[in-house]
């Protein structure tokens, strides 16, 4: 199955009566049933791929049994799971449904989602985070599933417009051993609506010093209020920022605003 087509009740109505020729007063089936059981049921052992980016009619719930999952976005701060027989939704966490899907290979998530995992990603070879802010919580739980996810090739930072700016964030960046060991198959890292905070140029640093096998890494800057000045200084700290593997390659792209 590759294509799902929802269509409206009294159109599926009339579908079931045609197809019930041969035994009348056959019953179609709900909306529910389609969009949730039969669905479940059919997408169980065949789904690969799962995007649940900005698609607030799906729930999640309906997906931790496809055991097969490969690929997955999940970008939604509503998504949670409803207990049979209960009224009461409770968020479904990272480490749960990384349970549910031992195949995963590419993880892409939102900072909602972010949370520190229990054990090793030993499939997880490319993961993005959206909405990134670069507050405390949300740093650690980064560093940690990096640290946890010892096979990622590819990882990809996209920031928020907001940016925390705290001492003590400077402070834990900062911090010697951070890393607790090197991204040793790390070769890919983008940066998008990259803003040149010291936050951001620290997060940097600690990728570039601990990819002993990084081949490029790829930073755009924020499209919105695009100061020439302002990237120029940025990207001279970029190129002053150190490698562990020194033929690493730096691109800095600069976005003009299109306002």
């Given at each position: 199955?590759?294509?799902?087509?929802?269509?409206?009740?009294?159109?599926?109505?009339?579908?079931?009566?045609?197809?019930?020729?041969?035994?009348?007063?056959?019953?179609?089936?709900?909306?529910?049933?389609?969009?949730?059981?039969?669905?479940?049921?059919?997408?169980?052992?065949?789904?690969?791929?799962?995007?649940?980016?900005?698609?607030?009619?799906?729930?999640?719930?309906?997906?931790?049994?496809?055991?097969?999952?490969?690929?997955?976005?999940?970008?939604?701060?509503?998504?949670?799971?409803?207990?049979?027989?209960?009224?009461?939704?409770?968020?479904?966490?990272?480490?749960?449904?990384?349970?549910?899907?031992?195949?995963?290979?590419?993880?892409?998530?939102?900072?909602?989602?972010?949370?520190?995992?229990?054990?090793?990603?030993?499939?997880?070879?490319?993961?993005s985070f959206y909405d990134i802010c670069y507050d405390l919580d949300e740093l650690a739980r980064i560093l940690c599933l990096?640290?946890?996810?010892?096979?990622?090739?590819?990882?990809?930072?996209?920031?928020?417009?907001?940016?925390?700016?705290?001492?003590?964030?400077?402070?834990?960046?900062?911090?010697?051993?951070?890393?607790?060991?090197?991204?040793?198959?790390?070769?890919?890292?983008?940066?998008?609506?990259?803003?040149?905070?010291?936050?951001?140029l620290l997060f940097v640093k600690l990728l570039l010093a601990n990819g002993h096998s990084m081949e490029s890494m790829y930073i755009q800057n924020y499209g919105k209020?695009?100061?020439?000045?302002?990237?120029?200084?940025?990207?001279?700290?970029?190129?002053?920022?150190?490698?562990?593997?020194?033929?690493?390659?730096?691109?800095?792209?600069?976005?003009?605003?299109?306002?």
């Amino acid at each position: 199955m590759k294509l799902l087509t929802f269509i409206d009740k009294n159109s599926r109505q009339r579908m079931c009566e045609a197809i019930g020729v041969y035994g009348p007063g056959l019953k179609a089936p709900t909306p529910y049933e389609i969009s949730g059981p039969i669905l479940k049921s059919k997408l169980t052992t065949i789904l690969r791929v799962l995007d649940l980016i900005d698609n607030g009619e799906l729930e999640l719930s309906y997906y931790m049994n496809c055991c097969g999952l490969e690929h997955a976005n999940i970008g939604q701060p509503e998504l949670c799971e409803r207990k049979h027989g209960s009224q009461h939704d409770q968020r479904i966490s990272l480490t749960k449904f990384l349970s549910c899907w031992p195949k995963i290979s590419e993880l892409n998530l939102d900072g909602y989602f972010l949370e520190t995992p229990k054990g090793v990603l030993l499939l997880v070879k490319s993961s993005s985070f959206y909405d990134i802010c670069y507050d405390l919580d949300e740093l650690a739980r980064i560093l940690c599933l990096l640290r946890s996810s010892i096979n990622l090739c590819k990882l990809a930072i996209h920031g928020s417009q907001r940016m925390f700016m705290g001492r003590e964030i400077i402070d834990y960046l900062g911090e010697p051993g951070l890393m607790k060991q090197s991204k040793n198959k790390l070769r890919s890292v983008k940066m998008i609506n990259f803003q040149g905070w010291e936050p951001e140029l620290l997060f940097v640093k600690l990728l570039l010093a601990n990819g002993h096998s990084m081949e490029s890494m790829y930073i755009q800057n924020y499209g919105k209020g695009y100061n020439p000045v302002i990237c120029l200084d940025t990207s001279i700290q970029l190129m002053r920022v150190p490698r562990a593997l020194s033929k690493a390659e730096m691109i800095y792209q600069p976005c003009c605003s299109l306002e």
